[in-house]
């Protein structure tokens, strides 16, 4: 395996936030860094003459069509993934842009010259592709500098402050999946109850409990709303939103209990999510916004068409993809930017596989078998975002996800749990894969799909 540097336990509530499209790493995350800029600039007292960020590497080639420069902008005017109102993004980002002032933080308003203040810098820093750099003119003359990174799922690090330390202890503490699976045995648990164990080093497993709850529902909800909307989605590619009437061509054909239709159900619920995500509307980033329609889609499957599925086995399915989600992310990645689209829809396909084995009845043994072959068929997946947006090929993308977490967690199932290759070998193997892999091929538009299909 790979070595890495010890890091900072995770919970499940930083795999599985609720924030608003159309992409974790260069929406949530953007905005976030700039909220955070902003924040310090009014808890310190600071009135800066005007501010100025630099968008580099990924976050600069893709962002217009990630809509990167309008979270910065609600960002740095107090606003947070979470309790944004999705309606309210417009009204605010036309304000700034007519009248050249932003509330910084929510509070005064100043100068801001998005033409001038807000640059699209393709050059990669050295830290992470997804980087910026904000700067606070201020009126000594003086300047405060910070850079910051998109790390993937919505995190951020702060290059100017020390990693968090890993000063949380967990009561089974785990950094691979063959530590995983022994720390279950030897406490005689599965990994979904050794998951709710180690989330009381943050609150009870009762208010666990009600978070994945909260998250399950802002999951179906997007679906809801996907399958609502109609016409066509923003970015001048003029993709036609088709979940709408998808749905009500399967309603026309029969009930969802026929077998035949199964798997088209499937591909609208993970259909109906991503055209909301494209739309800029909220969905969970799970674990990363590109990738938000596989878990759903697989969990909607689990309690529409699995006899005996109940909230306990939607909180199992849920515990047991955080999981596999944490392996991703303390031994590869889950960028884009870094690994490609096998970050990010192979390994939702891999965490989804996981959850529904669980959920299923499955033993840590086929639960680690099936988040194994979720990946092991997403290796080398590309990213290649057509004019930058995240909606050819992202959105079918997400249909094929599902229906590949589906069908692995069922052959593991049939199995016993032994297997040749081991979910840590499939993990590293995404790493050295992304590693290898062209930069052009990783979310920057300059490769695949992005260059050969004319945008119209």
């Known amino acids: 395996m790979n070595a890495r540097p010890p890091a900072a336990p995770l919970s499940v509530a930083d795999l599985f936030t609720i924030g608003i499209g159309p992409s974790s790493s260069h929406t949530v995350g953007p905005m976030r860094a700039a909220l955070s ?9 600071i009135r800066p003459l005007r501010l100025r960020c630099d968008l580099h590497g990924s976050l600069a080639l893709t962002g217009r069509g990630h809509a990167t420069d309008v979270a910065v902008l609600l960002g740095l005017s107090g606003e947070s993934p979470e309790s944004v109102d999705p309606d309210a993004v417009e ?38 592709p997804n980087g910026m750099v904000f700067t606070a003119f201020l009126p000594d ?87 609502r909307g109609e016409g066509e989605l923003p970015g001048g590619l003029k993709v036609k939103r088709r979940a709408r009437g998808m749905r009500e061509g399967l309603l026309a054909r029969g009930p969802r209990s026929d077998p035949s239709l199964v798997f088209e159900w499937v591909s ?44 306990e086995g939607a909180r199992r399915f849920l515990y047991t993809a955080s999981a596999i989600g944490f392996l991703y992310k303390l031994n590869a990645s889950i960028s884009a930017a870094e690994m490609g689209c096998q970050g ?5 396909c891999s965490m989804a596989a996981a959850g529904l084995a669980a959920a299923l009845g499955a033993s840590n043994a086929q639960v680690e078998n099936a988040a194994e072959i979720g990946m092991e068929h997403n290796l080398g997946l590309t990213c290649d975002p057509i004019g930058g947006l995240v909606q050819i090929p992202c959105i079918e993308r997400n249909t094929m996800g599902a229906i590949k977490a589906i069908n692995a967690a069922y052959l593991a199932l049939h199995g016993d749990g032994s297997h040749i290759v081991s979910l840590d070998q499939v993990i590293e193997t995404m790493r050295q894969t992304g590693e290898d892999m062209k930069s052009k091929y990783k979310e920057t538009s300059l490769g695949g799909l992005a260059v050969n299909v004319v945008e119209c």
């Not at 902003?38 to 310190?44: M, N, V």
């Not at 405060?144 to 000063?167: D, H, K, M, Q, T």
């Not at 990010?344 to 939702?348: H, L, M, Q």
């Open 141 to 227: 003359d003086g300047r405060i500098v910070r850079r910051y990174f998109s790390i993937g799922g919505g995190a951020v690090r702060c290059g100017e402050e020390p990693p968090p330390l890993a000063n949380v202890r967990l009561r089974h503490p785990f950094h691979t999946a063959a530590e995983l699976l022994q720390a279950a045995s030897a406490a005689g648990l599965s990994i979904a109850e050794l998951m709710r164990a180690n989330e009381t080093a943050w609150r009870t497993p009762a208010e666990t409990d009600l978070f994945l709850d909260r998250v399950r529902a802002a999951m179906f909800a997007s679906i809801e709303r996907g399958c």
């Open 91 to 128: 009204p605010v980002v036309q304000h700034i842009r007519q009248s050249g002032r932003l509330k910084l933080a929510g509070g005064e308003e100043m100068d801001f010259d998005e033409e001038r203040d807000l640059v699209f810098d393709p050059a990669f820093l050295p830290e992470h």
């Open 37 to 45: 800029f902003a924040k310090r600039l009014r808890e310190d007292g």
């Open 268 to 311: 609208l619920y993970a259909l109906a999510v991503n055209e909301e995500n494209a739309a800029g509307g909220r969905v969970v980033t799970a674990p990363t916004n590109g990738a938000a329609g596989v878990i759903p889609a697989v969990l909607r499957y689990y309690e529409t068409f699995v006899h005996g599925a109940d909230a």
């Open 344 to 348: 990010e829809v192979g390994v939702a």
